[in-house]
């Protein structure tokens, strides 16, 4: 089973977010179960998990796990085919955001264009090298920092701006015959924090969350390189 799996197909994305099969998916991610099983857990005939169990298979977002005999009745065992899913903006793909159809560094609203197409091209990236049978080279950096200023959280968004752009700048080589881009995306944001008893709606607290992601731009096959862009959610390509 994968830790966290992207789906990028519509139908599919329809299927998860059904309330009974999502509810489905989450017994399955726990451990293997048959319909008989799950009948009992979500309060349904078994006749009617089956149908939905048939429909997530058919999406792959579960699997057989394996058979039992129970009497005269071999029981399908399913498990899910991740502990997690996130719904790729490829599966709505006319109104997927584009990042580049407005820069801002200090729009929330980039931030999270940003973030969808992050989804989207890790999801795809995530399947190539499925399909290829390679692994796919990625880092991930996540961290928290407390201003004591707006003026201090000024000060570090102009250093991380300018030690970013620098380290493009140095390692950057667009005529790299056999160079492979990649992107970089640094973004800074609030922290949220729950309520302690419901977990409800956070509030923002004074401190900022920092989460400097770096992907390859496909997981096989010939690169081609680009000059990089600005220094706000900096890429190199």
């Known amino acids: 089973m994968l830790d966290v799996t992207v789906i990028e197909d519509a139908e599919a994305a329809a299927v998860s977010l059904d309330p009974i099969r999502a509810r489905l998916l989450a017994e399955l991610a726990a451990g293997p179960a048959s319909a008989a099983m799950l009948a009992g857990k979500v309060g349904l005939p078994r006749q ?106 000024a000060a570090f968004i102009e250093e991380l701006t300018a030690g970013v752009s620098a380290l493009i700048r140095k390692y950057h080589d667009g005529d790299a015959e056999a160079g492979r881009p990649h992107r970089i995306v640094v973004a800074v944001h609030p922290t949220l924090k729950p309520d302690a008893e419901t977990g409800a709606v956070p509030e923002v607290e004074a401190g900022g969350r920092t989460a400097a992601v770096e992907r390859s731009e496909a997981p096989a096959g010939p690169d081609a390189g680009e000059a990089p862009a600005g220094p706000e959610a900096t890429a190199t390509h």
């Open 48 to 153: 009617k998990v089956n149908y939905h169990l048939k429909t997530l298979e058919r999406h792959g977002l579960v699997e057989l796990a394996g058979e039992r005999r129970k009497g005269n009745v071999t029981e399908r065992m399913m498990r899910a085919t991740a502990a997690s899913y996130v719904i790729s903006p490829q599966a709505l793909a006319a109104v997927q955001p584009d990042p580049d159809r407005f820069r801002d560094q200090l729009s929330a609203r980039w931030l999270l264009a940003l973030g969808a197409r992050l989804v989207r091209d890790v999801g795809s990236l995530l399947t190539g090298a499925a399909k290829a049978r390679k692994r796919l080279a990625t880092y991930a950096l996540d961290g928290e920092v407390t201003f004591a200023s707006a003026a201090d959280r």
